[in-house]
């Protein structure tokens, strides 16, 4: 397809967007059946639950997976935090090394794909079913998962392909290819296609059309309706503008936009957490007491541990291979540096993030407790914990915030656009870097997906495409699949590069260029 076909195509859906929304419900009608009956058993296969369990069998899988990278590399995690610590900073970074982005921008960077709704969302769901001994689960995992993302990040860098014009590309789908031919294993060309393919498919929908469509949401919330197609535009816009630059271009605005999100969320955090200090060592003993009894919630202990796992992956997506892309691009001649600067991402949105949320839903006393017993009320379903105004999902954060800062609700709609935007540029690299390996570099092939990519931010905004994002979000988990198979395969590639930098560390070969 050419590119005049491409603008052509732009333009036309642009034009038509106001005829469009007064089709919308049709629209959206005949694609959520068509999506529901193709992609429906995909889908239930992905987050189907263990025999006997409620609890998805993709998620024991990533836990199972960082687990096992905790144990074989040693608690990596922990011993070299330190060092990932200085290398963020830019203590060892060479300017004349290989690559396109800081260790600060490549980590900005994929943490502005991971830290989103889900934070601020998904953490409300996990505490109002499972209550706040989830969030013991949580950190658990988060911490677990630095493991998993040391593994990728590390790949992605030592397999990854540098040009001429000091561009490089890397990801899963480069170290699953030339891996697995340098180990002299079959498979790993096949294995490269398919996660490029579930990439590309989440990251137009999971990574776009939702975050586009919560964005409308939350601001038609503020300004009042209107129709979906006008954020759309604005945010097609802003998100070309941002992403026709390459990484470069990303990283210059993920580098400026990641800190000020989270300082804007977190402090608001630390304010409710100071004005209710007194609380505080409430909610910690409710969180660890809820971890090991489930203090009442749905599903008990088990309920707590299943919602806390579940959440982690789902906001770090630690082994999904993501974050590997965009830490591909990093400049250094050390691949295993960029694994150490990127467990400080599930830390960072996990740890502290999810912990900062669940910990002011807790205190705002939004949860029911019955004061005779102690325990949580549960809703007439039995499958959640009754709240004082029946919220759930982002509403329930917005008002455990408001409890304390009456005008928060407006915070978080800024917080909910900036985590959508940075999203979506984050995950328009991861799907750029999964079509080129699939049809090729060039500036052509790579206009082609943006161009496609930002109509697909208007789509997200006008629609409400149910199955569509549940079949992206599938497609995300699917990735994960794919990524771990093959890092099982390549784990000992990464223990050798470990231990030749560990040593070359410790002798005083590697020094650092400032201190």
């Given amino acids: 397809m050419s590119r005049q ?14 005829a469009a929304a007064q ?6 009608a005949r694609v959520n059946e068509i999506f529901a009956q193709a992609t429906g058993p995909f889908v239930n296969f992905i987050f189907a639950p263990i025999y006997g369990t409620g609890f998805p069998w993709i998620v024991m899988w990533l836990v199972i997976a960082a687990t096992v990278f905790t144990i074989y590399f040693g608690f990596v995690q922990f011993r070299f935090f330190g060092h990932a610590i200085r290398l963020v900073k830019g203590d060892y970074s060479d300017p004349n090394d290989a690559g396109e982005v800081s260790h600060f921008q490549a980590l900005a960077t994929a943490l502005s794909g991971t830290v989103g709704l889900g934070n601020i969302a998904g953490v ?4 109002g079913i499972g209550g706040p001994g989830a969030t013991f689960w949580m950190i658990l995992a988060g911490l677990l998962g ?3 993302k040391f593994t990728e990040c590390t790949l992605g860098v030592k397999y990854r392909n540098e040009y001429e014009d000091g561009t490089v ?4 789908m480069y170290y699953l290819s030339k891996g697995f031919r340098e180990l002299g294993l079959p498979g790993g060309g096949f294995l490269a296609v398919l996660f490029s393919i579930f990439c590309i498919l989440g990251a137009l929908g999971g990574g776009n059309m939702f975050q586009a469509n919560q964005a409308h949401a939350q601001i038609s919330g503020i300004l009042g309706d209107y129709p979906g197609w006008i954020t759309g535009l604005v945010f097609a816009f802003v998100v070309f503008l941002v992403i026709v630059g390459g990484i470069k271009s990303i990283a210059r605005v993920t580098e400026k936009i990641v800190p000020f999100m989270g300082i804007l969320y977190v402090g608001a955090a630390l304010i409710i957490l100071i004005v209710e200090y007194d609380k505080i060592g409430w909610a910690f003993g409710q969180i660890f007491a809820g971890a090991f009894s489930g203090l009442g919630v749905a599903g008990g202990l088990v309920g707590a541990l299943i919602q806390g796992f579940k959440r982690a992956a789902f906001s ?8 590997a892309i965009a830490h591909s691009a990093v400049r250094t001649k050390e691949p295993i540096t960029e694994g150490f600067v990127s467990l400080l991402e599930p830390l960072i949105d996990t740890v502290v993030i999810c912990t900062m949320t669940a910990l002011v839903i807790t205190i705002s006393g939004q949860l029911i407790v019955n004061p005779e017993t102690g325990r949580f009320v ?4 039995g499958s959640a914990i009754s709240t004082i105004d029946g919220n759930t999902g982002v509403a329930l954060t917005s008002a455990a915030f408001a409890t304390g800062i009456s005008w928060f609700p407006y915070v978080l709609a800024v917080a909910v656009v900036l985590f959508a935007f940075s999203t979506m540029i984050s995950w328009s690299y991861y799907g750029l870097k999964a079509w080129t390996y699939l049809f090729g570099e060039g500036r052509k092939t790579e206009l082609t997906f943006k161009i496609i990519f930002c109509v697909f931010v208007v789509i997200g905004a006008s629609a409400s495409l149910g199955p569509v994002i ?26 050798r590069e470990l231990g030749s930098y560990s040593a070359r560390l410790h002798s005083g070969e590697i020094v650092a260029y400032k201190s």
């Avoid at 076909?5 to 106001?18: F, R």
């Avoid at 770090?316 to 974050?323: D, F, L, P, T, W």
């Avoid at 549960?378 to 379903?381: F, G």
Wanted: hydrophobic letters at 60%.
């Fill in 5 to 18: 076909t491409l603008a052509a195509l732009a333009a036309t859906l642009i034009v038509a967007g106001p």
């Fill in 23 to 28: 089709e919308a419900s049709t629209l959206d």
């Fill in 124 to 127: 409300a769901v996990a505490v």
């Fill in 146 to 148: 630095m493991a998993s």
């Fill in 169 to 172: 590309s890397g990801g899963p």
């Fill in 316 to 323: 770090n997506e630690a082994g999904v291979g993501s974050a």
């Fill in 378 to 381: 549960l809703n007439e379903a």
């Fill in 470 to 495: 549940d079949f992206s979000d599938a497609a995300i988990f699917a990735m994960a699949v794919v990524n771990i198979f093959g890092l099982y395969f390549l784990m000992k590639v990464v223990r």
